[in-house]
T-cell receptor
Framework: DAGITQSPRHKVTETGTPVTLRCHQTENHRYMYWYRQDPGHGLRLIHYSYGVKDTDKGEVSDGYSVSRSKTEDFLLTLESATSSQTSVYFC????????????FGPGTRLLVL | GDSVTQMEGPVTLSEEAFLTINCTYTATGYPSLFWYVQYPGEGLQLLLK?????DKGSNKGFEATYRKETTSFHLEKGSVQVSDSAVYFC????????????FGQGTELSVKP
């Protein structure tokens, strides 16, 4: 199994509070991705990174920011959580990006009350 | 924009039945196509992939053929087992989008003994 961990695995928070989710990899892969999974929508890309300090937006990036200061860590921040951000969040990594297999972490369940 | 459409679930089959899960796509250029599987409570795992037209991906008895003329990548298995019960996601990686995956909504498969 690819070495990807996510923390926390479960979180309950209140509307308006900031939340940071962490993805950590031990594979030294260049590309890292954050997705959210919601019923009826499959997985949708929030942000991705193609190197340290290099990030770009995905299709559902509003309300989210990311940072990557080290190859192994990719942080997703909800600046002011809303109930619509209740979801399961998955981190993924790939070595070369284009057409490469992505390896997924175990996910973080976030509930915003 | 690029998109993936899967057949609606849930799909319920008896053990040893034949499985087909339909997947069609819309994309510019020549995407790579993937099937991922998600077992209950886990992240996604790559099941198989195909990177060019007429390629057949296969793994664990599952197969899918990249059909450019019908823009399809249907998943098939000749004889399903209870252990195949999971959610299956079709996805594409567009040529000019940095390896980002675009997912279908997922199809839940339940196999009964």
């Amino acid at each position: 199994d690819a070495g990807i961990t996510q923390s926390p695995r479960h979180k309950v928070t209140e509307t308006g509070t900031p939340v940071t989710l962490r993805c950590h990899q031990t594979e030294n892969h260049r590309y890292m991705y954050w997705y959210r999974q919601d019923p009826g929508h499959g997985l949708r890309l929030i942000h991705y990174s193609y190197g340290v300090k290099d990030t770009d937006k995905g299709e559902v990036s509003d309300g989210y920011s990311v940072s990557r200061s080290k190859t192994e860590d990719f942080l997703l921040t909800l600046e002011s959580a809303t109930s619509s951000q209740t979801s399961v969040y998955f981190c993924a990594i790939s070595q070369k990006g284009l057409a490469e297999t992505q390896y997924f972490g175990p996910g973080t369940r976030l509930l915003v009350l | 924009g690029d998109s993936v459409t899967q057949m609606e679930g849930p799909v319920t089959l008896s053990e040893e039945a034949f499985l087909t899960i339909n997947c069609t796509y819309t994309a510019t250029g020549y995407p790579s196509l993937f099937w991922y599987v998600q077992y209950p409570g886990e992240g996604l795992q790559l099941l198989l992939k195909a990177t060019k037209a007429d390629d057949k991906g296969s793994n664990k008895g599952f197969e899918a053929t990249y059909r450019k003329e019908t823009t399809s990548f249907h998943l098939e298995k000749g004889s399903v087992q209870v252990s195949d019960s999971a959610v299956y996601f079709c996805a594409l990686s567009a040529y000019n989008q940095g390896g980002k995956l675009i997912f279908g909504q997922g199809t839940e498969l339940s196999v009964k003994p």
